[in-house]
């Protein structure tokens, strides 16, 4: 079984594939691992690592493919987690694949910028890869008001394919609703 943990970026994700990798030891596979080896392994072939999460998604899409592919020819069970996968991406590989993915969209639609600032803010010795820390102020405002945005396009999305989204409100009340979603048992 393959479990996808995908959704907007700082919605969660990496930190909560740390506890299911913890508390259901399952092998956990990060996205930008991906994204960084075409970039640093094939620089004169490169892409823009900085466009947009669908724009970058799009590109991985054939390596992802192959390596979920490849998860399934050996009977693996992996937890599969980041950004990179774009809606048509992920419903054709359940369609392709029905019992043998799963996957969880999250986002954050309904958190105004400031509490969404604020709370990353709040936690922010707790998050890893926090590759926004160089932006000022504004520019963090103006990313989070791009994610928020982002998340009611995903959403809406996720409601045309039938795919599950959860809106993050407390990850840490919500853990156990989204490994369940994913299909996770120990």
């Given at each position: 079984?393959?479990?996808?943990?995908?959704?907007?970026?700082?919605?969660?994700?990496?930190?909560?594939?740390?506890y299911i990798q913890q508390q259901f030891q399952i092998s956990c596979f990060a996205t930008d691992y991906v994204m960084m080896m075409l970039h640093l392994g094939e620089p004169e072939e490169s892409f823009d690592i900085w466009a947009s999460d669908s724009t970058v998604?799009?590109?991985?899409?054939p390596y992802l493919n192959g390596l979920i592919e490849t998860m399934l020819d050996h009977d693996e069970t992996f937890l599969i987690e980041g950004v990179h996968f774009n809606?048509?991406?992920?419903?054709?590989?359940?369609?392709?694949h029905p019992n043998r993915i799963r996957i969880v969209y999250l986002g954050f639609k309904d958190a105004?910028?400031?509490d969404k600032v604020a709370e990353l803010n709040r936690h922010a010795t707790a998050i890893p890869n926090r590759w926004y820390s160089h932006m000022s102020d504004e520019e963090f405002q103006h990313l989070i008001g791009y994610l928020v945005a982002e998340s009611h396009r995903v959403y809406k999305e996720c409601q045309e394919l039938g795919l599950k989204y959860i809106e993050i409100?407390?990850?840490?009340e919500q853990k156990e609703d989204i490994v369940h979603k994913l299909g996770i048992k120990k």
């Open positions: 079984m393959i479990h996808i943990l995908t959704g907007i970026a700082k919605s969660g994700k990496t930190t909560l594939a740390r998604a799009r590109h991985l899409e809606t048509d991406f992920a419903r054709r590989l359940l369609d392709k105004t910028v400031q409100t407390d990850l840490m």
